[in-house]
């Protein structure tokens, strides 16, 4: 049955219907019920795996390297010196931190990818080998990343409710990209650093979002529960 308000889109329909109208298989939504919603999509069994635990060591890295460095910025600015034991060891740990919390979260990234192809088959338009080479390939990986993002959510949510996927991307290329041009246009030191530390924390804070609400979906699809709400914009 096609969805008259995303335009049949195959991924609106694999979850049981758009979250915005009322053409569910499973018949009328109810006013007010919880998304996802209808017919939970067919899987081969056993193929898909519960990725809860993996996107909750990874959200709590993320805010693990978020927070380091607000700690570290907090202790100069109280103490004013750069070089109070706090805000050391905060930097100290934040190399390592950073290190353990990229690789983590590209095992995320390649889990969710490959739950993806079993959701909507034929629906990805970059190989699995992608959700991990993508992110290490020069100029690539400015904006394929983000393409398999959209995918992945696409896989197992409407693609009207993607809007988070964009705003963590525009985050993570502000934190990234934004970094490297104010450097080279040479601006002051305490103007980069204020810079580097809102974007991080911003780009911190929305990915941590982004694991939250795509492991809610695909550990919803995984495990058979009953539907549970699910925010999605």
Known sequence: MACTSCDGDPYAQAVGGCRDCTTDPAGPRPAGAPWPYGARRTLPPGRITDPLALGRATQG????????????????????SATTPVGQAARL???????V?????????????????LLA????????????????????????????????????????????????????????????????????????????????????????????RITKVQSWHASGRPAVAVATS
């Open 61 to 80: 890295l993320l805010v693990l390297v978020t927070v380091l460095p607000l700690v570290a910025a907090a202790a100069e600015a109280v103490s004013g």
């Open 93 to 99: 740990c934040g190399m390592p931190a950073l290190a």
């Open 101 to 117: 919390t990229g690789i983590v979260f590209v095992c995320w990234f390649a889990r969710y990818r490959a739950n993806a192809e």
């Open 121 to 212: 088959p034929g629906g990805n338009r970059y190989g699995q080998g992608w959700a991990v080479g993508a992110w290490v390939v020069p100029f690539a990986m400015w904006w394929i990343p983000h393409r398999i993002a959209r995918d992945v959510w696409r896989a197992g949510a409407p693609p009207r409710a993607e809007r988070l996927v964009h705003l963590w991307w525009a985050a993570w290329l502000a934190r990234t990209v934004g970094a490297l041009v104010l450097a080279r246009l040479g601006i002051g030191i305490g103007v980069f650093e204020t810079y580097v530390l809102v974007a991080n924390t911003v780009a911190g804070v929305l990915a941590v979002l982004l694991v939250e």
